[in-house]
DNA sequence: GTTACACTTGCGAACATTCGCAGGAGGGAG
DNA sequence: CTCCCTCCTGCGAATGTTCGCAAGTGTAAC
């Protein structure tokens, strides 16, 4: 597949170099599908190919400029950083903050508030992949003493 | 002023106790109005009274515990974590991730949002302070090499 | 007022993440 | 093809934040 060059060409296209290290992290991220943290994507990689071991600020830093190109985003898995291919498709998490599930949440919602927020003040948010937290319909409906009572 | 009761009152609410550290913690972010990261409210407090000086774990867990009771929210200060008052009134933030802008927005467009999340998926989301990524106006409209431009 | 229990605090150590520096590699100009 | 400039990498140290444990304190029940 022609994966690798995309990668090289969406970084060219950023004014950003191409180097093993972000075709690598790059790689990992996408072959793997799911949310990976710096140190699995290191482990992997180096479990992959042992001369491409590299320390985890490389991780770090090699995974910030892919999200700057916004060839990867930044979701948070439990206090800890995780990283998502974007191009999988775009799809946001709502996370309940009582009980920890993490339910998709239609598209179409938040592109409608990307627009909106367009037209209003001329920002170009970027929702590709974006958290919200909250509380889950159970939690929500068990209620407990935590009701959110506020106007 | 009852604010101070009102900050009991509300853990009470929640099941969590009231204590001095919290009191303080709440009433530092109450009267200093903007955002706080947690070593400002420790300074803050030492300098008020030296008694109540308190290691930092202890302010940020206070903090914790007050986010959880929806007293204070968290905002990014620049990849440091910083704290707010919430009373204060609902409102959002559009971080420009070129340039660093922080532009508000209007909170009505959030609370749309949280109640077509709500009827979609019964998930109850909080959306009290909530800070969205993107390109403000200025730096989307400039276009640089980072076009953004992908299928 | 007293007792008991669970929640909190204080402290230090651990953790994930970022920073600064020196050497190395990408990519365009000649 | 070679040179050069700039950006990137590797490494260790520093940063901000969280965790675990033992002692202390709030709250409710008696």
Same mark, same amino acid.
């Given at each position: 597949?022609?994966?690798?060059? *995309?990668?090289?060409?969406?970084?060219? %296209?950023?004014?950003?170099?191409?180097?093993?290290?972000?075709?690598?992290?790059?790689?990992?991220?996408?072959?793997?599908?799911?949310?990976?943290?710096? %140190?699995?994507?290191? *482990?992997?990689?180096?479990?992959?190919?042992?001369?491409?071991?590299?320390?985890?600020?490389?991780?770090?830093? @090699?995974? !910030?400029?892919?999200?700057?190109?916004?060839?990867?985003?930044?979701? *948070? !898995?439990?206090?800890?950083?995780?990283?998502?291919?974007?191009?999988?498709?775009?799809?946001?998490?709502?996370?309940?903050?009582?009980?920890?599930?993490?339910?998709?949440?239609?598209?179409?919602?938040? @592109?409608?508030?990307?627009?909106?927020?367009?037209?209003?003040?001329?920002?170009?948010?970027?929702?590709?992949?974006?958290?919200?937290?909250? !509380?889950?319909?159970?939690?929500?409906? @068990?209620?407990?003493?935590? *009701?959110?009572?506020? !106007?």
């Amino acid at each position: 597949m022609s994966c690798e060059g *995309d990668t090289a060409h969406e970084l060219r %296209e950023t004014g950003r170099r191409f180097t093993v290290q972000r075709l690598k992290v790059a790689a990992a991220l996408r072959h793997c599908g799911g949310h990976r943290t710096a %140190e699995e994507i290191r *482990d992997l990689l180096a479990a992959e190919d042992p001369h491409a071991a590299m320390p985890l600020s490389t991780v770090y830093r @090699t995974l !910030a400029t892919l999200k700057e190109a916004r060839l990867v985003a930044e979701v *948070d !898995a439990g206090g800890r950083a995780a990283y998502e291919w974007v191009a999988t498709r775009p799809h946001h998490h709502l996370i309940c903050q009582r009980c920890g599930a993490d339910v998709g949440l239609e598209p179409a919602l938040l @592109t409608s508030l990307s627009d909106e927020i367009r037209s209003a003040t001329g920002f170009e948010a970027h929702l590709d992949q974006h958290a919200i937290y909250g !509380a889950c319909a159970r939690c929500s409906a @068990t209620g407990s003493t935590m *009701d959110g009572g506020e !106007a």
